[in-house]
């Protein structure tokens, strides 16, 4: 028999990312029952059958747990890298010379291959090129058609396919690699829920994904780029969800500028009412210790105050030493976070007008009539998915209970801040709209006899974008006897 379904008692989503660490159905389901409201796919590394069997396992577990489930699959994007030296290294000191060609032939101390022509036609004298995450700058002295010479401003040992970044100059890149598109293909043939786009820098780039995705996923831009930050507003409008990759970001930028920056981002994000992930480094120290730093604890709440719909897990969980331990870490910052008298004050600092349209109204005033009348959650059916988007960027204090007759809409909520969502059958009346709202909201325990909840619906039944009812109801303790229970119902 699946597990019992249990709502998160917090509202900011977990998203882990998988790995060497956490590869097993034993570990994966630990990170499920630890806290994990998604997973993340790297496609960067692995082979497309070791990611077929992280897919499975994760659909698997999703049965037994009872829990719709989301996968994310992280598209590697145009990453530049530097080609391989002789003995796979070299020192290079500060001040000296060192080039950049397109000579295949393993370099030295001297000069390394960079199979990438872009950066040939784009540089200018002057500009940095940052070496394996800023480790090692350079600083272009002349460009020619086949050859880049540069002085060495911080040295250090360079080793082969280390990344490069041009953090001062748009690269003319496509937003998609071949790599990309096949990976791209083989998630939607597998049916993953997000893709993430990585290294945006124009809305172009998440216009051309779109195009290719046709609807079979959601897609998240990841903000990792100068230029993307120029262009948020357009990338926004275009993306079903972002992501503060504080990685390249904090490369490309000095470190100082990041968090002004990442609450920009939140913000912006929130106020459009796209779901927004925070991420990268977030308990680094836990990829070898098993206790994160204060500073750590500290980063992870300030998303949290600020409401952004999830916090990432990258190689503490992929790679690290104790990949549970740090869901469970992640997932004790959150609740005792929102535990707080003054996070619901916080979380309100950005301000969300609603839009013009009927929907936003409803969402907004339910939203009110949590404190009126003490609602103990919001009831929310959707089709697409749009009513619990909307009611989740009012941030209402009491959870959303989400139910929809779409289990392509419920895995895509995983990364939706309050939203628990449940496959059933969509409802034909008003009275079995009520009646099942009161049968679930008792079932899946976010209310419980004596309790109101909200109840958010459109009229006529099953149709998507039409929310245009709002109902408050109060629950009996003997309701689940009265109706019956619900269970394995769809």
């Not at 839009?355 to 959707?382: E, H, K, L, R």
């Not at 204090?397 to 939706?416: C, E």
């Not at 008003?430 to 209310?447: C, D, T, Y």
Request: proline share 6%.
């Amino acid at each position: 028999m699946p597990s019992q379904f249990v709502p998160r008692s917090r509202k900011v989503r977990i998203l882990a990312t998988l790995g060497p660490a956490s590869s097993s159905h034993d570990m994966i389901r630990d990170l499920a029952e630890a806290g994990a409201d998604a997973f993340r796919i790297n496609m960067s590394h692995g082979t497309h059958a070791e990611h077929l069997k992280l897919i499975e396992t994760i659909r698997s577990l999703e049965k037994e747990l009872d829990r719709p489930t989301t996968i994310l699959a992280d598209l590697q994007g145009p990453k530049l890298r530097v080609g391989r030296f002789v003995g796979d290294k070299a020192l290079l000191r500060k001040g000296q010379g060192f080039v950049l060609d397109h000579d295949p032939t393993p370099g030295d101390s001297r000069r390394v291959a960079l199979p990438h022509r872009e950066v040939f036609d784009s540089v200018e004298p002057g500009m940095r090129l940052l070496v394996d995450d800023g480790k090692i700058v350079l600083r272009v002295a002349t460009v020619a058609p086949d050859r880049i010479k540069t002085k060495v401003e911080v040295g250090g040992t360079i080793s082969n396919n280390k990344g490069l970044n041009v953090p001062d100059v748009v690269l003319p890149l496509a937003a998609l690699t071949a790599k990309d598109r096949a990976d791209l293909g083989f998630a939607l043939e597998h049916q993953v829920d997000w893709i993430a786009l990585s290294f945006v820098q124009r809305p172009e780039d998440v216009a051309e994904a779109r195009r290719l995705i046709a609807g079979r996923a959601a897609l998240l831009a990841k903000i990792e780029k100068p230029a993307a930050i120029d262009r948020l507003d357009s990338i926004l409008e275009l993306a079903d969800a972002v992501m503060v990759a504080r990685g390249d970001l904090g490369v490309e930028l000095p470190p100082e500028s990041v968090p002004p920056l990442q609450k920009r981002i939140v913000e912006s994000a929130r106020r459009m009412g796209r779901p927004v992930v925070v991420a990268t480094q977030m308990l680094e120290s836990m990829i070898v210790a098993p206790t994160p730093t204060r500073a750590e604890v500290s980063d992870v709440a300030t998303a949290v105050y600020d409401a952004a719909d999830a916090v990432m897990l990258s190689a503490e969980t992929a790679s690290g030493q104790w990949p549970r331990e740090a869901v469970e870490m992640m997932n004790r910052i959150a609740t005792r976070v929102e535990a707080d008298p003054s996070h619901g004050a916080r979380v309100h600092f950005t301000e969300t007008l609603p839009d013009p349209t009927t929907a936003d109204a409803i969402a907004q005033a339910a939203n009110t009539m949590i404190g009126t009348v003490s609602a103990a959650a919001i009831v929310c059916y959707t089709t697409s998915g749009s009513t619990a988007r909307r009611v989740a960027r009012e941030r209402p204090a009491a959870p959303i209970l989400v139910l929809t007759p779409s289990l392509k809409t419920a895995r895509r909520l995983g990364l939706l801040w309050g939203a628990h969502a449940v496959r059933t059958r969509d409802v034909t009346s008003f009275e079995e709209m009520v009646a099942k709202a009161k049968r679930m909201a008792l079932r899946h325990s976010v209310a419980k006899g004596g309790d109101r909840i909200i109840i958010m619906a459109g009229v006529p039944f099953g149709t998507p974008g039409s929310t245009n009812v709002i109902h408050i109801v109060r629950l009996v303790g003997d309701e689940l006897d009265r109706y019956g229970s619900g269970r394995g119902e769809r």
